[in-house]
Antibody, heavy 124, light 107 residues
Framework: EVQLVESGGGLVQPGGSLRLSCAAS????????MSWVRQAPGRGLEWVSV????????YYADSVKGRFTISRDSSKNTLYLQVTSLRAEDTAVYYC?????????????????WGQGTLVTVSS | IVLTQSPGTLSLSPGERATLSCRAS???????LAWYQQKPGQAPRLFIH???SRATGIPDRFSGSGSGTDFTLTISTLEPEDFAVYYC?????????FGQGTKLEIK
């Protein structure tokens, strides 16, 4: 059974940093691209970032580029999102999601399995 | 690519047919258009990919259609569990985007 479990969220002051984690199980982690998608309270979904299965390709939304870094550790079956220079508008539930195997060339961040999310609150 | 969903809210009764629209600001590559369902307090769930292919376990009352810039999600006969928010997503660019969502509520 595919499982994705996020952790690392919490309350942080503006300008602060956090590292979000997503522990994956039930599939061959290093063969699947993975994404982060966020959802501000009461709002819609916003794509944040994607990383290839090998980890050598990454893409970011303009709203987080230069502040967030996506990475993965295949030895730990874990996806990460390092978030820095946090702003109030980064307050959201952050979901990790898996890209299905049939999402091939030219396909970015279609997501067939999602975690339950971790809440990041940026406030003084 | 900006995705605009309409209507914002759709009020229908169980047994009725629902038609949700998603319009893109430019053509969606290879019909890389997906639909997700989200219920309160839950993560989104993939329902349709490739504009018209149902994801695993999705009942056949759900169907997707369209190409280019205009896409539609149709629910042929609404069941009580279908009332939720639906998002479209284009995933054919390195900057995927979501629509703002359509809330399907019980009339």
């Amino acid at each position: 059974e595919v499982q994705l479990v996020e952790s690392g969220g919490g309350l942080v002051q503006p300008g602060g940093s956090l590292r979000l984690s997503c522990a994956a199980s039930g599939f061959a982690f290093d063969t699947f691209a993975m994404s982060w998608v966020r959802q501000a309270p009461g709002r819609g979904l916003e794509w944040v970032s994607v990383i290839s299965g090998s980890g050598d390709s990454t893409y970011y939304a303009d709203s987080v580029k230069g502040r967030f870094t996506i990475s993965r550790d295949s030895s730990k079956n874990t996806l990460y999102l390092q978030v820095t220079s946090l702003r109030a508008e980064d307050t959201a539930v952050y979901y990790c999601a898996r890209e299905p195997a049939y999402c091939g060339r030219g396909c970015y961040s279609l997501s067939d399995y999602w975690g339950q999310g971790t809440l990041v609150t940026v406030s003084s | 690519i900006v995705l605009t969903q309409s209507p914002g809210t759709l009020s229908l009764s169980p047994g009725e047919r629902a038609t949700l629209s998603c319009r893109a600001s430019q053509s969606v590559s290879s019909s890389y258009l997906a639909w997700y369902q989200q219920k309160p307090g839950q993560a989104p769930r993939l329902f349709i990919h490739g504009a018209s292919s149902r994801a695993t376990g999705i009942p056949d009352r759900f169907s997707g259609s369209g190409s280019g810039t205009d896409f539609t999600l149709t629910i042929s006969t609404l069941e009580p569990e279908d009332f939720a928010v639906y998002y479209c997503q284009q995933y054919g660019t390195s900057r995927p985007t979501f629509g703002q969502g359509t809330k399907l509520e019980i009339k």
